[in-house]
């Protein structure tokens, strides 16, 4: 694969793309903006030794790596104001030979807590044929619990980790046993949107996941991405659990979708 390297100037204009996308979100009703590090968003890679190869001030070290996001970080608070709430969303580890470990991620929690920033929410995984992602991994529990205990060690800020909760259970121990502050989930509210009221009213009602045998990559997310198109349109759980078709259905929405854009852009 062959990217090309942004120029100085493009890489100045950023923080302050983010910063007017917060604002716009905070002036269209939203409660809070979370800035998105991981996964292999652009942060992301300026972030992995494996895709970023600047060799000025944005690279090389951590310390250089991480420079986009702290610009990032004061750009949107400054845009905001002190009091909308303003998380991020960073890898532990990019799951992937040659990128982001658990060290460098430690680095750059130690650093944000000098920051003005709200929560710090702990992920994993990458974007990238052939790598890991959140949302394609199976598993019985929640991933990132350990690491955020390490991230305690460094930080003041308050922590959520986000990634494989499937019960109540789960995100009861993560939080009483010290590791996060909050949950987050994706999966176990496509399944039921309205969990964190019916756990709040301790009628626990475990989320019944599917369980997919030998699934293609990308396949659970397509799985999961078309659950939502079926309650953005209002109607039943499909119980189709052949992921293949999922992922071909997904495509061809996707296809569709990138021709309207292009057409308009
Ligand atoms: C249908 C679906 C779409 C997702 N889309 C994105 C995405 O566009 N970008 C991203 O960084 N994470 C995406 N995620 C990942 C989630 O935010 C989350 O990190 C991941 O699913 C792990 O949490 P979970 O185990 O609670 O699902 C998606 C997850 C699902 C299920």
């Keep these: 694969m062959i990217c090309a390297e942004l120029s100085r100037d493009e890489i100045a204009a950023l923080p302050f793309e983010f910063a007017r996308t917060a604002r716009l979100a905070r002036d269209g009703g939203f409660g809070g903006v979370e800035i998105h590090a991981a996964h292999g968003f652009l942060i992301s890679q300026f972030l992995s030794p494996l895709f970023n ?82 949302s394609d991994s199976g598993g019985k529990g929640p991933y990132f619990v350990d690491f955020a ?45 309205s969990l ?24 659970v997310t397509a799985w999961y991405t078309m659950r939502l198109t079926e309650i953005g349109e209002d109607c039943g759980l499909s119980t189709t659990d052949d992921l293949r078709a999922a992922l071909e259905t997904y495509k061809a929405r996707d296809k569709k979708r990138t021709e309207i854009w292009l057409r308009r852009f």
């Design 53 to 134: 190869r600047r060799t000025d001030d944005y690279g090389g070290s951590i310390a250089g790596r991480m420079r986009l996001l702290l610009e990032v970080v004061g750009a949107v608070r400054a845009a905001v104001g002190p009091d909308f709430p303003v998380g991020l969303k960073l890898n532990s580890s990019d799951q992937l030979e040659g990128g982001l470990d658990a060290e460098d991620a430690l680095s750059v929690i130690a650093a944000l807590d000098g920051t003005e920033l709200d929560l710090i929410d702990i992920s994993g995984g990458t974007y990238f044929p052939g790598a890991r992602s959140a």
């Design 149 to 193: 205990m390490r991230a305690r060690a460094v930080t003041t800020k308050p922590l959520m980790a986000t990634g494989g909760f499937k019960t109540l259970g789960q995100a009861e121990e993560a939080v009483a046993g010290g590791a996060v502050d909050l949950v987050g989930m994706a999966r176990a509210l496509a399944l039921e949107p």
């Design 196 to 219: 964190p009221s019916l756990w709040q009213t301790r009628h626990v009602a475990n989320p019944a996941f599917p369980s997919f045998t030998d699934p293609p990559e990308g396949g």
